[in-house]
């Protein structure tokens, strides 16, 4: 059965701080997504790693991609208040064309001043 | 830009009653999914379409039906519902996947069977 385990899955910070959420799977795979989703709200896309060793990054988050550990990481650099929200990956499962994606459970970022 | 829009945005049933759920997008996006996400459980697949007129199961897809008339709408039905599917609905839509693109989600339709 394929899984996806985040980890943490909640996770209280405090400003400033660094901290890392792991995402790993149990499948081959060749690319992976990053979501965040504020509460009551949708998802928005934060990254698209699509080869292994595939490094992007956008202000304080920065998301990574081993595909022959089946682990990517989405770093935190200095937290800031804004950035508390759930946040999702989730691994493309096939190698055709439809690309369908199956979730972790999320991690749950809070950050306190 | 509109993206991808669901109606409703809440609902409530009773057990038993049916109901569709629509999801338009204006992005000329072949691909379009059906998700509902539930506490502690992350987003499950219900149903999917690479195209007009096609369908396919995804992980969960016991209890609902869709159909894609129109490239740009996937209609959700709940033919009988039931509690167990009280949840968050998300419909999402995306091009082929070897246009690199992630999905892009819809603000979600809030559901409760009572």
């Known amino acids: 059965e394929l899984k996806v385990e985040q980890n943490p899955l909640f996770l209280s910070m405090q400003e400033g701080k660094n901290y890392t959420i792991y995402c790993n799977y149990s499948?081959?795979?060749?690319?992976l997504y990053w979501y965040r989703q504020d509460p009551g709200k949708s998802l928005e896309s934060l990254f698209v790693?699509?080869?292994?060793?595939a490094v992007k990054q956008e202000g304080r988050l920065m998301a990574s991609l081993d595909t022959k550990a089946r682990l990517s990481t989405l770093h935190i650099t200095a937290a800031v208040h804004d950035l508390s929200a759930t946040y999702f990956c989730?691994?493309?499962?096939?190698?055709?064309?439809?690309?369908?994606?199956?979730f972790g459970k999320g991690t749950k970022l809070s950050v306190k001043p | 830009n509109a993206g991808v829009t669901q109606t409703p945005k809440f609902r409530v049933l009773k057990t038993g009653q049916s109901m569709t759920l629509l999801c338009a997008q204006d992005?000329?996006?072949?691909?379009m999914y059906w998700y509902r996400q539930d506490p502690g459980m992350g987003l499950r697949l219900i149903h999917y379409?690479?195209?007009?007129?096609?369908?396919a199961k995804g992980e969960v897809p016991d209890g609902y039906n869709v159909s894609r008339l129109k490239k740009q709408n996937f209609l959700l039905g709940l033919e009988s519902a039931a509690p167990s599917q009280t949840s968050v609905y998300f419909c999402?839509?995306?091009?082929?996947?070897?246009?690199?693109?992630?999905?892009?989600f819809g603000d979600g339709t809030r559901l409760s069977i009572l």
């Open positions: 992005m000329n996006h072949e691909y």
């Open positions: 379409s690479v195209g007009e007129g096609t369908t």
């Open positions: 790693l699509l080869s292994n060793g």
């Open positions: 999402a839509s995306s091009p082929p996947r070897y246009r690199n693109q992630p999905q892009h």
């Open positions: 499948t081959t795979s060749d690319r």
């Open positions: 989730a691994v493309d499962i096939y190698g055709g064309s439809q690309g369908n994606l199956i």
